[in-house]
T-cell receptor, first 113, second 112 residues
Framework: GEQVEQRPPHLSVREGDSAFITCTYT??????FFWYKQEPGASLQLLMK?????EINEGQGFTVLLNKKDKRLSLNLTAAHPGDSAAYFC????????????FGSGTQLTVMP | EAAVTQSPRNKVTVTGGNVTLSCRQT?????MYWYRQDTGHGLRLIHY???????QIGDVPDGYKATRTTQEDFFLLLELASPSQTSLYFC???????????FGKGTRLTVV
């Protein structure tokens, strides 16, 4: 079945720097892709969802890149600030009819002032 | 905003104990999911359901049962809890027409 590998597991950056997180997936038929943010003690908050027909999506302070050829999904937080400190998870839908979310193992981001 | 409510939020039980985690959503969502979250593994799917009375096995079902009694309520049962089931459990739901999944706030279960 689908497998999702997320790197790095831990990331520490200075305020104002960029933070780059990458996921690779195995199923070429995966169609929906998600990034979630989880603050300490909180639930998962959807940052962005992208579809296989899109390649670049921009949100507030971040950019999501989807490279279908390489089966790679990336999150780039531009000009990170301490409020971005959290765990980030990518997720990919399985292409089977059950539509399960397969999660990466997460990246713990720390943004230092 | 869709709401998914989990109870209890924290639970401590002994090895061999019987535990039920509850999840309720009042959004008329068809699909409900139980995940466990462990360091280094992200979220892993235990069981899920398409609707009342329906149950599907996820990726890590061993040691867990689930029951979907109504459209709103989805329960996760640990009949013989083991320390390996110490984890943070999330319930989630979605409609059949949307890709967006809504998560509860989680239940932290400790098996001593």
């Amino acid at each position: 079945g689908e497998q999702v590998e997320q790197r790095p597991p831990h990331l520490s950056v200075r305020e104002g720097d960029s933070a780059f997180i990458t996921c690779t997936y195995t199923d070429p038929n995966s169609y929906y892709f998600f990034w979630y943010k989880q603050e300490p003690g909180a639930s998962l908050q959807l940052l962005m969802k992208v579809f296989s027909s899109t390649e670049i999506n921009e949100g507030q302070g971040f950019t999501v890149l989807l490279n279908k050829k390489d089966k790679r999904l990336s999150l780039n937080l531009t000009a990170a600030h301490p409020g971005d400190s959290a765990a980030y998870f990518c997720a990919v839908t399985a292409s089977s009819g059950s539509w399960q979310l397969i999660f990466g193992s997460g990246t713990q981001l720390t943004v230092m002032p | 905003e869709a709401a998914v409510t989990q109870s209890p939020r924290n639970k401590v039980t002994v090895t061999g104990g019987n535990v039920t985690l509850s999840c309720r959503q009042t959004n008329s969502h068809n699909y409900m999911y139980w995940y466990r979250q462990d360091t280094g593994h992200g979220l892993r799917l235990i069981h899920y359901s398409y609707g009342a009375g329906n149950l599907q096995i996820g990726d890590v079902p061993d040691g867990y049962k689930a029951t979907r009694t109504t459209q709103e309520d989805f329960f996760l049962l640990l009949e013989l809890a083991s320390p390996s089931q110490t984890s943070l459990y999330f319930c989630a739901s979605r409609t059949g027409r949307s890709t967006e999944v809504f998560f509860g706030k989680g239940t932290r279960l400790t098996v001593v």
